[in-house]
């Protein structure tokens, strides 16, 4: 038994999700005509309620789709420290829109909107980039799936409203937030100028992100996905995939939420670990006790076991729960777990 827990992107479609594939109408996305793209564009879109959507090949193109939208050459955006825009997208917000970051000290990848507001530059102070969007991440990756506080969100939101600033949602894993925090989605719609959701992590579809926001957003989203390379031909496919996690794979999160908050209890029971952050969601994060233990090490005998975590530097480690994490694995790992901290 094979036990890969590194991240809730290593899911197989289920034999369900397979045979919506196989079965899936398609044309030709790039001429628009795909029934089954615009059929998931058109379910994503009413989820949120909001205008209209567009179907991209990973969350890196919808949100860097997003940040080109929004800002000019020379602008700055404003985002945590732990964003994945920031860290994780190949520093494409200057290769793709000539954008810097100003990066906010949050906590777990979420900031105040007293700390957004100090971070805009005076818009006449010519010196200065221009600030021109502040990108939010719900839950946060790197921040171990928290779960951003909603009223916080909409205080941020008044912010970009009284300073003229975009506000865009980097909603990867916002499934797992809306499932762990009971919140409705047209909530967010009502919030912010676009969304960026994956269907290709938490919910086990091999591939896709869509981007939600205005038909005239989404207009013009569309010119820059073809510029990025992202248009699809018979993707079809892939959104049929999408649609059938959108029916069948949000509500069982629930499931995955529970076995990281189990995985977690036995953690903090172990002598050799020194930290385990607050686990909210399919996400934790835990700091080893290097003098007992290295990261290289634990994440050794963990190997032994068929058992594989992801480092994420500064001696922390990461274990991600997903669809294809069963109970039997989860009973193995437990037991594995406790026979290392003897
Ligand atoms: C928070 C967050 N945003 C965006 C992405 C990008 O998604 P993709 O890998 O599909 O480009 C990821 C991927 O892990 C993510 O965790």
Same mark, same amino acid.
């Given at each position: 038994?094979?036990?890969?827990?590194?991240?809730?992107?290593?899911?197989?479609?289920?034999?369900?999700?397979?045979?919506?594939?196989?079965?899936?109408?398609?044309?030709?996305?790039?001429?628009?005509?795909?029934?089954?793209?615009? =059929?998931?564009?058109?379910?994503? =879109?009413?989820?949120?309620?909001?205008?209209?959507?567009?179907?991209?090949?990973?969350?890196? /193109?919808?949100?860097?789709?997003?940040?080109?939208?929004?800002?000019?050459?020379?602008?700055?955006?404003?985002?945590?420290?732990?964003?994945?825009?920031?860290?994780?997208?190949?520093?494409?917000?200057?290769?793709?829109?000539?954008?810097?970051?100003?990066?906010?000290?949050?906590?777990?990848?979420?900031?105040?909107?007293?700390?957004?507001?100090?971070?805009?530059?005076?818009?006449?102070?010519?010196?200065?980039?221009?600030?021109?969007?502040?990108?939010?991440?719900?839950?946060?990756?790197?921040?171990?799936?928290?779960?951003?506080?909603?009223?916080?969100?909409?205080?941020?939101?008044?912010?970009?409203?009284?300073?003229?600033?975009?506000?865009?949602?980097?909603?990867?894993?916002?499934?797992?937030?809306?499932?762990?925090?009971?919140?409705?989605? #047209?909530?967010?719609?009502?919030?912010?100028?676009?969304?960026?959701?994956?269907?290709?992590?938490?919910?086990?579809?091999?591939?896709?992100?869509?981007?939600?926001?205005?038909?005239?957003?989404?207009?013009? =989203?569309?010119?820059?996905?073809?510029?990025?390379?992202?248009? /699809?031909?018979?993707?079809?496919?892939?959104?049929? =995939?999408?649609?059938?996690?959108?029916?069948?794979?949000?509500?069982?999160?629930?499931?995955?939420?529970?076995?990281?908050?189990?995985?977690?209890?036995?953690?903090?029971?172990?002598?050799?670990?020194?930290?385990?952050?607050?686990?909210?969601?399919?996400?934790?994060?835990?700091?080893?006790?290097?003098?007992?233990?290295?990261?290289?090490?634990?994440?050794? #005998?963990?190997?032994?076991?068929?058992?594989?975590?992801?480092?994420?530097?500064?001696?922390?480690?990461?274990?991600?729960?997903?669809?294809?994490?069963?109970?039997? /694995?989860?009973?193995?790992?437990?037991?594995?777990?406790?026979?290392?901290?003897?």
């Amino acid at each position: 038994m094979e036990i890969n827990l590194i991240s809730d992107t290593v899911t197989r479609p289920t034999p369900g999700m397979l045979e919506a594939m196989m079965n899936a109408k398609v044309g030709d996305d790039v001429f628009k005509n795909d029934p089954s793209v615009n =059929a998931l564009e058109e379910k994503v =879109a009413n989820y949120f309620g909001m205008e209209a959507s567009l179907f991209f090949p990973s969350g890196t /193109m919808a949100n860097q789709t997003a940040i080109k939208l929004y800002t000019n050459p020379g602008d700055q955006l404003i985002c945590d420290k732990y964003a994945h825009v920031y860290n994780y997208e190949g520093g494409g917000v200057s290769f793709n829109s000539g954008v810097s970051c100003k990066l906010v000290d949050g906590n777990r990848g979420m900031m105040t909107a007293e700390q957004v507001e100090q971070s805009i530059n005076p818009p006449d102070f010519y010196h200065s980039p221009l600030t021109s969007l502040v990108c939010i991440e719900n839950t946060t990756n790197k921040g171990g799936g928290a779960c951003w506080d909603f009223d916080e969100l909409k205080k941020i939101g008044k912010v970009c409203d009284n300073n003229n600033l975009k506000y865009h949602l980097d909603g990867a894993r916002l499934w797992n937030a809306l499932v762990a925090q009971q919140e409705n989605p #047209k909530d967010y719609g009502n919030l912010f100028d676009s969304i960026s959701v994956c269907l290709s992590k938490g919910l086990g579809c091999p591939v896709g992100s869509v981007l939600v926001g205005s038909q005239e957003l989404i207009d013009d =989203a569309l010119r820059v996905r073809k510029v990025l390379g992202g248009g /699809m031909r018979q993707s079809g496919f892939l959104a049929a =995939a999408g649609i059938y996690a959108l029916d069948n794979h949000i509500d069982r999160l629930d499931e995955d939420h529970q076995k990281a908050k189990e995985i977690g209890e036995v953690l903090k029971g172990m002598r050799c670990i020194q930290k385990v952050e607050p686990i909210e969601t399919n996400i934790i994060i835990f700091k080893l006790d290097e003098s007992k233990i290295s990261s290289e090490n634990f994440l050794a #005998k963990l190997k032994e076991n068929n058992i594989s975590i992801i480092g994420m530097g500064q001696g922390k480690l990461r274990i991600v729960t997903h669809l294809d994490y069963t109970q039997e /694995m989860h009973s193995y790992f437990l037991e594995v777990l406790r026979e290392l901290s003897k």
